[in-house]
């Protein structure tokens, strides 16, 4: 497999995640969004919306991160991403869209840009923008795991989910714009967990071939 990514980016490292999760091995191709390489022609013809990641498996290039992380889970069923039952599955689910869904795409690249360039914002005013949206979409996430009848070592249970897998980059992000994580004690410890584990360590930003 071939993982077309940036390593700064939160939505390349939650496959990053999975596919290190699942023993996965796959080359490196790197997009640089800074110089964006997004836009040229030839990536556009894998990705139609111009973003990363995009997994080439054989003949298929997949896109948007939750779909591929549900295709690896489908391919490679072992260890899962999704386990337990319909409920187990489901806050899983809910959890990973809280932050695919109701958190990045308001702080995306292509977002903020558009604030400074049509809207003239500032620096200042930017980053209060992706603190606002960040800081809500992680209590979101608190506040589910708070309605569980029991806490596990991981957001669902005691082993990483997809759920940790959409987490965790999310944070990454978050540390960049100095995020107040004191009303998100249980996500943080979370985290911690997750950063404990090599699969989550060798996925993290500093540690791709195009950090700079
Ligand atoms: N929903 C998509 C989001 C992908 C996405 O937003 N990727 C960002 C990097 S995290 C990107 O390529 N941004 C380029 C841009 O904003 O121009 C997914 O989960 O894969």
């Known amino acids: 497999m071939q993982l077309y990514n940036y390593f700064r980016s939160s939505a390349s490292f939650r496959v990053r995640i999975a596919l ?26 894998i990705s139609p919306d111009a973003l990363v990641p995009v997994l080439i498996d054989g ?61 003239k914002v500032s620096d200042d005013a930017k980053d209060a923008w992706y603190r606002h949206w960040v800081e809500n979409g992680l209590l979101a996430y608190e506040n589910q795991l708070s309605g569980y009848d029991s806490h596990g070592l991981f957001s669902v249970g005691d082993i990483p989910t997809l759920a940790d897998v959409f987490l965790v980059p999310q944070i990454f992000n978050a540390r960049r714009v100095n995020t107040d994580f004191s009303k ?29």
Do not use: W
């Open 184 to 212: 998100v004690p249980r996500v943080m410890e979370i985290f911690e967990n997750c950063m404990a584990l090599p699969a989550f360590e060798a996925a993290r930003p500093e540690h791709q071939p195009d950090a700079a």
């Open 59 to 119: 003949p298929a290039a997949l896109i948007q991160s939750l779909a591929i992380c549900e295709y690896l889970e489908e391919t490679h069923p072992e260890p899962s991403l999704l386990p337990g039952g319909a409920l187990e599955r489901a806050r899983i689910r809910a959890l990973a869209l809280t932050i695919a869904c109701e958190t990045h795409p308001l702080n995306n690249l292509r977002v903020l840009r558009y604030l400074v360039h049509e809207f």
């Open 20 to 45: 290190n999760l699942k023993g996965l091995s796959y080359d490196y191709s790197a997009i640089g969004l800074l110089k964006q390489e997004q836009f040229s022609e030839n990536f556009r013809k």
